[in-house]
Every structure is written in C-alpha cells, then in structure tokens.
C-alpha cells in the first residue's frame, strides 16, 4: 500500500484546491448570511468546475466522466471538504447509483447528469423509518406495466436543484426467519411527474444554503421502465453501488478538519497572552497535537479504505471505520478549534463556528456512528461464530 503521489496526483489536488479557494470560499459568507445559493452562482459554479475538469470525477470516462480512482477521488473530496457544503456540492459527483441504469435510462439520466446537464436526489429516509430502510411505508405497487407510488420521504437533500429522484420503495414482502421484511425497489422518477410534490422540509443549524425536502407521493404512476436494475433489488443496487458515499463523507470531514487546524495552528502562533504566543502554553500545545494526531490517524484510515477500494478489496467495515473516525475526528478538531480561539471562535466573522456546526451531521447521516460501530463489531464477530 503506497500513498506516495504521482504528477498527475499533485496537478489535481493543486487544481481542486485553488478551485476551493478561488470560486468556492468568496461565497461563504454570502451563503451564510442568506441561506441560499442564488441560480446564477449554481450555474456558474458547475460551468467553471467542468471547465477545470473536476466536474463528475468519481464517474467513468465512458460516460464523459473524470473517471478518478477512489484514492484520487478522496483526496480532491479532502479538498473541496473545507468549503460550505452548500457551494462545494455543486461540482458534483453524481451518485454512483446511476451506474446501474441500462438502455435508455444511460441516455436519458446519466449521461446527462455527468455532462450537468441533470441533476439527481437520492430519496431513502423516511419520518418513521430512517436507519431502518427495511422499515419503509413508501410504497410501490404493481399495476400491470406501472407502478402506483405512495407514501413519504423526508430529509431529502438539495431536491430544490434535482430534475429527478432516485427513489426507493416498498414493492413486496418476504418471510424470514426475523419475520417478515419488504422487498425494495430503487426507481428513477423524473420531479414533474403528476402525483409527486416537493414540500419544504426542515431548518437545520448545518450546512446552510443545502436545504432538505421532503418528497409526497399520493398515486404517482411510473412505467416499469422506470426500474433502476431489477425489481425487488434495490438493496443490492444500493449495496453494489453506494458503499463509497460513507468515503466521501469521511474525505469532506478530512477537508474541514484541517482547515479547522491550520486556522487554530496559526492563531497559536499569532495570539499572545501573559506576553507569549499562547501556543507556548501546554494547554494549548498539547490540543494541537492531539488535533493533529487525530486527523493523521483519520487520514490514514480514509486513504487506506479508498486505495482498497481500488484494488477491489476494501469490506464495508473498512469504509465503516473511515466514517465513524473521520466523522467524530471533524466534531473534535472544530470544536478544540474553537477552544484556541476562545469566545471569538464562536463569531461569524471566522469560518469556525460553520465548520464545527455543519459537522455535526456528518456523524447521521449515511448511516449514523452507530450503525457504524455494528457494521465493525459484526465483521469481528461473525468469524468467530457471534
């Protein structure tokens, strides 16, 4: 396992990075204060990401993508992980889902959505069943050649930018031995189809600028064409498919966390108190190096799990410890952060007080620190007969 960059590897990050800088972080501020990413930011922001070739790099080439390797991938998500969610996540990187779409869903979804020409959601959660997907009531039911969709999804994120959702739905059930589970389908359904309404969803203290939804379906009938791989399979689509969301996750928490530092590193050395630079003082020295400790250790587990990733070999336990470290690592950076600063760490005029806030989620969603924890704890067990 080598993590020793190439040329090419460097031109990227260098790339990403002024990219982050230049036509990402001027905006922030504007985002914060607003709540909003006006249309004609959007649009620019995704013109100048594609000219700068970093647009839908995590999709292959064969579909007009940038077609990165996972590694490579991680370390520009590092990159544009220290920016507001809201502006970074428009230099998009479609989800991996849509790899599996065939025949006319290629041209008529992906391709498109790799060109940004599209853009997509991804609707799981639901208000009564969140980590248990299983648990869904949005429902899908056969009716010869179409399907009749209703129910509820929530907490769906930037719905107010997609031209359509990648939706899961219940569309049967199965005995097993913990008694009976749905079968789920995942469905492209394009955002004006009759019966489908996007509602507002709910204020967050994180991310402001990147809303959330919530998505009604009352009769919304939907072709069988409409299928994104095969009926009842939609858990192994989302198997196959989104494993590597959990890596972007822990990448941006990599990205915010050393901004978080090196903004805390340098007012150490800035600061003086009692006549020294205060990071001459233990308790000050010593949270730096555990905050940098950490954020190595977090690195180390993110790059590990997406250069196994590349070799084909990387477990979802593998994924599941870059999540849960890198995750809890960003809340422990941005908030010792803040500490260095003291009470004008909490001001809006530094970037801290957001970084510490919109990390916060990181450790819900796509899947919590606790389904986490299981996924590694079950991996450690089931060989051993637990």
Known sequence: ????????????????????ETELFPYEDQVERTGLVPQELVCQIRTRSIAAGIYAANMPVRYGGGGLDPLTLALVERELGAASYALQYIVARPSNILQACRGEQVDRYLIPTVRGERVECLAMSEPDAGSDLRGMKCTAVRHGDRFVVNGTKHFISHADLADYVILFAATGEESTPRGPRRKITAFLVDMDTRGFEVLP??????????????????????????????????FEVANEWLGSTRLQVAAVCLGRARRALRLATQWAVDRTQFGRQIGKFQGVSFKLADMQTRYDAAELLTLQAAWKEGQGCMTDADAAKAKVYASEMCQFVTDQAIQIYGGMGLMDELPLERLWRDT??????????????HIISRSMLRPLGG
């Open 1 to 20: 396992m080598d993590f020793g960059l190439t040329t090419e590897q460097r031109l990227i990050i260098e790339v990403t990075r002024g990219f982050t």
């Open 360 to 373: 916060r989620v990181d450790r819900i969603w796509d899947g919590t620190s606790e389904i986490q924890r």
């Open 201 to 234: 969803g709910y204020r967050a203290v994180s991310n402001r600028g990147y809303h959330n939804f919530v998505l009604s379906f009352d009769d919304c009938r939907i072709p069988e064409s409409a299928i994104l791989g095969e009926e009842h399979r939609g």
